[in-house]
């Protein structure tokens, strides 16, 4: 069965970048069935879509914060990774990986990692 | 503001059947895209409960079911237990915004 692992930093200064990894295990990230996503939770607030990514290297970001945000893949490793530059206090959330269906929907994700931007 | 609206909380004893409702427009379920329904339990990660409007995935029990019709989309928990209480999120796509959206979520509470 997919698994997948998110690993960071978990605190991040104002103004610096983000930056995340996910690791798939069980599977191939070359897998055409799937896209690779990235879903986000601000503390005592609800889900919120960043982006998904194809293991082609295409990728879909939400409006909201496509002007800062990246997401790679990197098949010889079988991980896809989140980078959100100039963070704000706002960007302060758990941080999901998770495998998205073809149908849009979210299969499976990983438990998810607190990142904090604060000095 | 999601431009999917549930109500923030619904509350029911065990035993009842609830159900939640999520609201959208011409530009998401209206539009004949797919809505599908996560349960979170406190401090876990979301778990999948419904996709494509009336789906289940393996192992989630039958007392969960979804439908849709026009713009809005209902999950219904029948036999309601204590172990489900929890946060419930519907997700669709959204031709406007060309992406994943959410609903804000609805805070289910067991008596």
């Known amino acids: 069965q997919l698994q997948l692992q998110e690993s960071g930093p978990g605190l991040v200064k104002p103004s610096e970048t983000l930056s995340l990894t996910c690791t798939v295990s069980g599977g191939s990230i070359t897998n055409n069935n799937y896209y690779w996503g990235w879903i986000r939770q601000p503390p005592g607030k609800g889900l919120e879509w960043i982006g998904s990514v194809y293991y082609s290297g295409t990728t879909y970001y939400t409006p909201s914060l496509k002007s800062r945000v990246t997401i790679s893949v990197d098949t010889s490793r079988n991980q896809f990774s989140l980078r959100v530059s100039s963070v704000t206090a706002a960007d302060t959330a758990v941080y999901y990986c998770?495998?998205?269906?073809?149908?849009?929907?979210?299969?499976?994700w990983g438990q998810g990692t607190l990142i904090t931007v604060s000095s | 503001q999601s431009v999917l609206t549930q109500p923030p909380s619904v509350s029911g004893a065990p035993g009842q059947r609830v159900t939640i409702s999520c609201t959208g427009s011409?530009?998401?379920?209206?539009?004949?895209?797919?809505v599908h329904w996560y349960q979170q339990l406190p401090g876990t990660a979301p778990k999948l409960l419904i996709y494509v409007n009336n789906n289940r995935p393996s192992g989630v029990s039958d007392r969960f079911s979804g439908s849709k019709t026009g713009t809005s989309a209902s999950l219904a928990i029948s036999g309601l237990q204590a172990e489900d209480a929890a946060d419930y999120y519907c997700?669709?796509?959204?031709?406007?915004?060309?992406?994943?959206?959410f609903g804000a979520g609805t805070k289910l509470t067991v008596l």
């Open positions: 011409t530009s998401n379920i209206g539009a004949g895209y797919g």
């Open positions: 997700q669709s796509y959204d031709s406007t915004l060309r992406g994943r959206v």
């Open positions: 998770a495998i998205e269906h073809r149908e849009d929907y979210f299969d499976f």
